[in-house]
Structures are given as structure tokens and as C-alpha cells.
């Protein structure tokens, strides 16, 4: 099974208009794409299901995050099962900004992943570093410490329902992009990871993809890489710039 190019847009909590955000949905639906790419994109909460009414049938449509119970009394919550019933194929789990400003643990981000997967949905799974533990030469042991919960609670069938987006958090938002061979290194590292903890074949079939300032300029050098899989694009993901992004293998 080969690894057919994943392209996010984690558009985050943007656009502040219903009308900027038909704006962004007609830029998509009228652009040239690479059929072969999985683009999946992730509007706020709120718009998750105009979005899927109005974008191209092409393109699937993610949320930012959910809940990792089906119904009861969690205010403010969304259960994967409403997100399957409103025909949301997939959600974002793990996000730095969740980690860090919602104080997510990976040990809930591997409940929530659990839930997901066994409502149906597929996940965008995020791990990654922050600046000073990548000083610290502590990259490789932060992102295992992260997926580790998650390998605990998946069977190897499960695997097939995940795309892991490696995120290094100094480079999300920041304008500071990994180099194509820190991102090449983190990737490898990764896979190698799946491997000895997961299976061989998981390792090989598993989407990893890179996310943190991704843009039309560096998308190409980055997309060459043998263990880059993709991009999840956050700020680039509202401007036209992402339709190139898209394109980075053409
Ligand atoms: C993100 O939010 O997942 C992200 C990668 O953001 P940006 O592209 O803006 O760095």
C-alpha cells in the first residue's frame, strides 16, 4: 500500500465571518488540484457542517478537536458520534495550542484518539517538541512520550485510521519552518519508532506528515523528503498559497 500525499488546513479559530469563510471555500473549490493528494480541511467547530455542505465532494472535512465520550454532560463538548452523524470524516487530535493552552495530556489526547477511531472517524494525530527540549536534545524521547499512550490503547487495524503530523511547536506560527532535514530526521525517527512498537507494515503505511510554518516557498523542498507524507498548514491554509501547497509534489 503506498502512501498517498495528506494535505491539512488546521484554519484554527479563523475566519471571524461566515463570509470570509465562503470566501476561503470558493478559492477552494475553484482551484487546480493534484488528484491524487487527500486534502481534508479543518474549519472552527461551528462551521464543520456548512463547510461540508459547500465544499468540493473532493475534499473531506475535519475537526479541531472532540470529545473522547459519546453524550452526557460534558458542556461545551463534541462527541466523535455527532461528528460522524453530521458526516465529518475526520478530526485533529493533540494539537500543541490543545497541549499547551487547554492543558491536554497525551495520555487524554490517546483517549480521545481511542473514541475517535471506534466512532469511525479517521485522526490527524499531533506531536512535537517545543524549542527548548529540541535544545535540550530531547526531540526523539518527548514525541515517543507522546505517542506512546496512543500505541497503548490502538490495535494494529487502527493504524490504517491515523495520519501522525509531526509538529515541532517553535515552528508553528512562528515563521521558523524545520529544516528538510530536521523534518527528514524527526520523520525517520518516528517510523523507526512504529516499527519497533507497533509493526513493520504499520510503520511503512502510516502517513507522517509535518506541520509549523509551512508556505509555497519551503512546501516543495519539504515534500521531497522520503518520510514526509504531507503537511498540516495552519496560517497558509487562509490565503491562496495553500492551493501550491497542495501541489508541492506536482
Ligand atoms: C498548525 O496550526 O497546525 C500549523 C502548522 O500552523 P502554521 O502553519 O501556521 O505554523
Known amino acids: 500500500m503506498g502512501r498517498n500525499f495528506f494535505v491539512g488546513g488546521n484554519f484554527k479559530l479563523n475566519p471571524t465571518t461566515r463570509a470570509a469563510k465562503q470566501a476561503l471555500v470558493k478559492t477552494l473549490n475553484e482551484a487546480t488540484v493534484d488528484p491524487s493528494v487527500e486534502v481534508v480541511i479543518a474549519p472552527p467547530a461551528l462551521y464543520v457542517i456548512p463547510l461540508r455542505a459547500s465544499l468540493r465532494a473532493d475534499f ?14 460534558f458542556t461545551g463538548e463534541i462527541s ?23 492543558h491536554e495530556t497525551s495520555e487524554q489526547v490517546a483517549a480521545k484518539t481511542r473514541a475517535a477511531i471506534s466512532a469511525g472517524l479517521s485522526v490527524i494525530l499531533c506531536v512535537g517538541e517545543t524549542d527548548k527540549e529540541r535544545e535540550a536534545g530531547q526531540t526523539k524521547q518527548v514525541v515517543e512520550s ?41 520523520h525517520a525517527d518516528i517510523r523507526a519508532f512504529l516499527s519497533s512498537q507497533v509493526s513493520p507494515s504499520v510503520a511503512e503505511n502510516t502517513r507522517i506528515i509535518y506541520g509549523g510554518s509551512v508556505n509555497a516557498g519551503n512546501c516543495k523542498e ?5 518520510d514526509v507524507d504531507g503537511f498540516l498548514v495552519g496560517g497558509a491554509s487562509l490565503k491562496p498559497e495553500f492551493i501550491d501547497i497542495i501541489n508541492a509534489k506536482k
Open 60 to 73: 473531506k472535512v475535519a475537526a479541531q478537536n472532540c470529545y473522547e465520550k459519546s453524550s452526557g454532560a
Open 146 to 186: 507522546q505517542l506512546q499512550p496512543v500505541i497503548q490503547v490502538l490495535n494494529e487495524a487502527d493504524w490504517s485510521k491515523v495520519v501522525i503530523a509531526y509538529e515541532p511547536v517553535w515552528a508553528i506560527g512562528t515563521g521558523k519552518v524545520a529544516t528538510s532535514a530536521q523534518a527528514q530526521e524527526a
Open 80 to 102: 466523535p458520534e455527532q461528528l460522524v452523524d453530521a458526516e465529518i470524516s475526520h478530526v485533529i487530535l493533540g494539537h500543541s495550542e490543545r497541549r499547551t493552552l487547554f
Open 222 to 226: 519539504l515534500a521531497a523528503q522520503k
